[in-house]
């Protein structure tokens, strides 16, 4: 969650378009504040690749009878990368007011130093580099799928590693395709990890692929690539368990949703 050494608000070169200017979701009933913590289960911290609700960011979410939504949102420092924590706040904007029902969204980030920045580039539909003028040069759309690379590696790791340890021929492995597979919850994640990258994600899809072009791995490179998806798997776990400590620690409530590790 904090930004490299050396690193500013520069580091993110790629671009995320402007969002929409969205002021709810279709007409009806407001949802309930359980709709809303549904929604925002889907928004994912982009380094740690895990929903900002297990991890304990959300402080609170509230909708009004009227349908006016709002949610409170909190990070593990107050220099937190600022990129990151955008596309947080942005993505849990966008979650929540496409809910039936909810007329307006207010996102907050609390007690981060670039809130202010944050908080009001995400209400005007800014993006980014507009929120960020004179310090951004670009938006987050590359940021985001490198991210999701890494997400796809490390799942690759998670789906295989059990057919390793279970004694499969990592030949093998190069040779299978999704679909030779029994359901399961890491699997269900790579698969849409992988479609949201527009990779391949159906059933005959190889279960290896480089996850920058989405090609079969070959097998003079797969014990590399094997264990690339190895380390990345145990540093997003491991970086997750450093966010949730340093959370814990800033904070003595834990957050909607959050699960204990």
């Known amino acids: 969650m904090t930004a490299p050494a050396g690193s500013d608000v520069r ?6 378009p402007a969002r929409a200017d969205r002021r709810g979701g279709s007409g009806g009933s407001p949802p309930r504040d359980s ?3 549904a929604a925002l289960q889907t928004v994912r911290d982009p380094e740690l690749d895990e929903p900002i609700t297990s991890l304990g960011f959300v402080t609170s979410c509230t ?3 009227a349908g006016d939504a709002e949610v409170r949102l909190r ?3 107050y220099f937190c990368a600022p990129n990151f924590a955008f596309l947080m706040v942005a993505d849990a904007y966008d979650a929540v007011s496409a809910l039936p029902g ?6 907050v980030l609390e007690e981060h130093f670039a809130s202010d920045a944050i908080n009001g580039g995400v209400a005007a539909h800014a993006g980014f580099a507009r929120s960020f003028d004179g310090e951004a040069v670009g938006e987050l759309h590359g940021l985001r799928a490198d991210f999701l690379r890494k997400a796809v590696m490390a799942g690759t790791d998670q789906v295989c590693r059990p057919l ?12 299978m395709t999704l679909g030779e597979l029994p ?9 849409q ?4 990258l527009g990779l391949p994600a159906g059933d005959d899809a190889p279960l290896v692929i480089d996850p920058a072009t989405g090609a079969r791995v070959t097998a003079g490179a797969a014990p590399l690539h094997l264990r690339r998806a190895r380390t990345t798997r145990i540093s997003l776990e491991a970086n997750g368990s450093i966010c949730r400590g340093m959370l814990r620690r800033r904070y003595d409530t834990p957050g909607l949703g959050e699960e204990e590790q």
Do not use: F, I, K, Q
């Open 63 to 65: 909708v009004s009878a």
């Open 35 to 37: 709709a809303l913590l």
């Open 193 to 196: 990890r992988r479609a949201e």
């Open 183 to 191: 359901p399961s919850s890491p699997l269900r994640r790579l698969r």
């Open 164 to 175: 390793l340890d279970a004694g499969t021929d990592p030949a093998r492995l190069l040779e």
């Open 102 to 107: 909810v007329r307006r969204t207010e996102v």
């Open 11 to 16: 580091s993110a070169t790629a671009g995320l």
């Open 75 to 77: 990070l593990p420092t």
